[in-house]
């Protein structure tokens, strides 16, 4: 029965309205005849209190300011910081390329400054030049399998090329893929992280090609590793292009 009048008291409480004076506590106490009672004022010195319920108020919501985005020029002074004064003039130029092209309407420019952009990435765009180090890695080891077995039985021989090939185009793939790939994916990965900031005279970035150019930039890294296939790189390299001249098509359609 108490529990019941107890259970009522609180449901009470709880119908009323939120906002307006606070709301007393209930406390079950017991007087020293024995017997129990249940009120919302504070029991005399001589009870025994068995419970205590507090009310508690709705948390009062807090203001959450309003942050605006930072600015393309506030990001690009931060991006500008710790880069040489060298660095940060070229991409300028970028800019200031872009912007001209865009205003000038001129069919394959912006493309053309993309392509630059890789190339200079690339040390210069000697990609071309890569085949030519697993060809010279495989010839090397051919030689020194010829040198190693000269004089030896030919049964001895078909048993020593293989194994120096295999080690050859082992070696071959590993250079390549840690030597020259690497260094190339953590460049134009750099590449990738400026050029959305220098699009011309502040153009408005794309988050979906900011976010292109952070995904090739991370495959790249993944396919300059030593368990990727030997096509892997060049292959997302050619991707990155296509999403550069996508970019610079949308800097040209712009006004």
Same mark, same amino acid.
């Given at each position: 029965m108490?529990a019941?009048a107890?259970?009522?008291?609180l ?8 906002v307006g004076?606070?709301?007393p506590h @209930?406390?079950?106490w ?5 017997k129990?009672y249940?009120?919302?004022t @504070? ?5 025994t ?9 709705? $948390?009062?919501? /807090?203001?959450?300011?309003?942050i605006?985005p930072p600015m393309?020029?506030d990001?690009?002074? !931060?991006m ?5 004064e060298k660095t940060?003039q +070229?991409w300028?130029g970028i ?8 205003q000038?309407?001129q ?6 400054i993309m392509?630059m952009?890789?190339?200079n990435a690339?040390f210069g765009?000697? &990609?071309w030049?890569m085949?030519?180090?697993?060809v010279?890695?495989i010839?090397?080891?051919l &030689?020194?399998?010829?040198?190693f077995s000269y004089g030896l039985?030919? !049964?001895t !021989?078909?048993?020593?090329?293989? $194994?120096f $090939?295999? $080690?050859?185009l ?7 893929q840690?030597?020259v +790939?690497?260094?190339q994916a953590?460049?134009v990965?750099f ?5 959305p900031n +220098?699009m ?6 794309d988050q979906e090609?900011?976010?292109?150019a952070?995904?090739?930039a991370?495959e790249?890294?993944d %396919?300059?590793s %030593?368990?990727?296939l ?7 390299l +050619?991707k990155?292009r296509k999403?550069?001249?996508l970019a610079?098509? /949308?800097?040209?359609?712009s006004?």
């Amino acid at each position: 029965m108490l529990a019941l009048a107890l259970a009522v008291l609180l449901q009470g409480q709880d119908a009323e309205a939120v906002v307006g004076p606070p709301r007393p506590h @209930v406390y079950r106490w017991r007087d020293r005849a024995g017997k129990v009672y249940v009120t919302t004022t @504070v029991p005399p010195p001589s009870a025994t209190v068995l419970e205590t319920h507090a009310h508690k108020e709705p $948390a009062e919501v /807090e203001d959450i300011p309003f942050i605006p985005p930072p600015m393309p020029e506030d990001i690009r002074a !931060k991006m500008e910081v710790p880069l040489s004064e060298k660095t940060v003039q +070229y991409w300028r130029g970028i800019e200031q390329a872009l912007q001209e092209a865009r205003q000038g309407g001129q069919s394959g420019e912006a493309e053309a400054i993309m392509d630059m952009i890789l190339a200079n990435a690339m040390f210069g765009g000697s &990609l071309w030049l890569m085949p030519i180090f697993p060809v010279a890695t495989i010839v090397l080891f051919l &030689l020194l399998a010829v040198w190693f077995s000269y004089g030896l039985p030919a !049964k001895t !021989k078909l048993m020593i090329w293989p $194994a120096f $090939a295999v $080690a050859g185009l082992l070696s071959a793939h590993l250079g390549a893929q840690r030597v020259v +790939y690497l260094p190339q994916a953590r460049r134009v990965g750099f590449a990738l992280s400026m050029v959305p900031n +220098y699009m011309g005279n502040h153009a408005h970035v794309d988050q979906e090609f900011a976010i292109s150019a952070q995904g090739h930039a991370a495959e790249l890294v993944d %396919a300059a590793s %030593a368990m990727s296939l030997p096509w892997s790189f060049p292959l997302e390299l +050619y991707k990155t292009r296509k999403t550069l001249h996508l970019a610079a098509a /949308e800097v040209e359609g712009s006004e």
